[in-house]
């Protein structure tokens, strides 16, 4: 029996659907296109979802973003903490075939500090041996830096001081191992069929300012554990669009827009995952010049008269909590200090801050002006109008300038303004990383011009402690030393929301950028 080239069409088409259905493929939104895809030249969170899915570095995150095994299956530190040893797995490979070995490593975190590389960070390996003084130019013997490989399946990392999140640290992208043969002589080695990973995905299709697909990588040394066949990352900035998207069914993961935040949380029920996120926001002051130096009882009044509650429950109502530290209590293994007069009504602080203001000369008949510049955003001049009225009591007036991001940036760097928002998530559950840009040496991170010796020598201490407890003391003095100073208003910590679909299982709300090897669908 001959069958009609209609019924052929029909039963190819059917089994093409079979096969589409059977596979199991994640459809993530990822917001705006990335530059690049090489993990040395990337720091935007929009690129690294998509590296973390391509490749594994000596250690990665688990989905509770804590320190586990990746190529290196296990590793110990000498006592003082400046030699760590890693052991790496033999049945680690890349997408070519070919092993993955100590020399890979060797050939990244060398390409990383060659200043020819003009890599976007170099923070994560400024504390090996000689790195500084080759990324300054003045070592050009990059076999001096401080990692080795006494055989194929060891690396040895030598530190200048100790470093005891050295292992926190090695999870970031830019120390990545990379396959030498793929890069050298190819310029454009981060393209699909040219880029070789050695991750539980390959980079299948790149589709600019739509998606780029990755494949489930058969040579991956955990490929067994990893239930996706594909996924798909779906560029949008917009996030509007993603919404719509996700709610026509056209994607599983999708972050909420601050607009529809409220109608999510009526109407999507557990679709809606709200997570606290390593971050906090807050008002800066210029402490290098301006009408905030050398007044701090300026800077508390204006702290004490804010209601952070009001402005998390009502202005702003996004699932975030109040600040009241510059940590945020999301970061593990610490507690922040809080400022003493946190559970206090707001009548009494209003009443302190009305005294304060008066000790400096101000009030109702004699004002207090000054301007805070921010970066144009609806959202934060609503924010910062809420805030101003609550001052307006005291005998302050602000006024508003607004900035496009790059300039507001500029500005903030330059220390050119009174007081400015400004808000940050971090990569790693450490509370160093919140401690490290009030340092006075800190020149580009120190946007407020703080300087401290006190608390510089605490930071020092912090970086070099060589136990967990000691280091969050020694952390919580100098954070405390921050609050004393009002360096800085913090108003919340900060949360992202989260579409998720009831099909999607292993998500963490505390972890909204998840590795893909950690999640599946149900059939």
Known sequence: MRLRPALIAAIVGLLATSAAQAEHVLRRAN??????????????????????????????????????????????????????????RHDAKWSNGDPVTAADFLYSFRRLVDPKTAASSFEQVRDLVNAEEIIAGKEKDFTKLGIAAPDPYTIVITLKQPQLMLPMLLTDQQMFPLNRKAIEGNAEWTRP???????????????????????????????????????????????????????????????????????????????????????????????????????????????????????????????????????????????????????QPMAPRLARARQLMTEEGYGPDHPFKFEITYTTNDESRTMLLAIASMWKPLGVEVSLQNQEWQIYEATLRQKNYAMGPLGGTVSYDDPMQFIEPYVSTSTDQNTIGYSNPAYDKLAAAASIATDIKTRADLIRQAEQIILADYAEIPLYYQTVNMLVSSKVHGWHNTNPFIQSRYLSLED
Request: no cysteine; glycine share 8%; charged share 25%.
């Open 31 to 88: 917001g705006a296109e990335p530059e690049s895809l090489d993990p040395q030249k990337t720091t935007g969170i929009y690129e690294v979802n998509i590296e973390r899915d391509l490749f594994v570095g000596l250690l990665t995150l688990d989905p509770d973003m804590k320190v586990a095994p990746g190529v290196a299956e296990r590793w110990e530190a000498s006592d003082d903490k400046k030699i760590w040893t890693f052991h790496l």
């Open 193 to 343: 069929g040219k880029i070789v990973t050695n991750g539980p995905f390959t980079l299948e299709s790149w589709t600019p300012n739509s998606e780029i697909v990755v494949k489930k990588n058969p040579d991956f040394y955990d490929a067994a554990h990893v239930a996706l066949d594909r996924v798909r990352w779906v560029m949008s900035d917009n996030l509007e669009t993603g919404f719509k998207r996700f709610r026509a069914g056209e994607l599983d993961v999708a972050l909420v827009p601050r607009t529809q935040i409220k109608w999510a949380r009526e109407n999507l029920g557990a679709v809606l995952r709200t997570g606290d996120v390593f971050g906090q926001f807050a008002l800066l002051f210029d402490m290098k010049k301006g009408p905030f130096v050398d007044h701090p009882k300026l800077r508390q009044a204006l702290s004490l008269a804010v209601d952070r509650e009001l402005l998390v429950t009502k202005i702003m109502p996004q699932g975030q909590k109040a600040g009241y530290s510059v940590v945020p209590p999301a970061i593990g293994d610490y507690t922040p200090p809080q400022y003493d007069w946190k559970d």
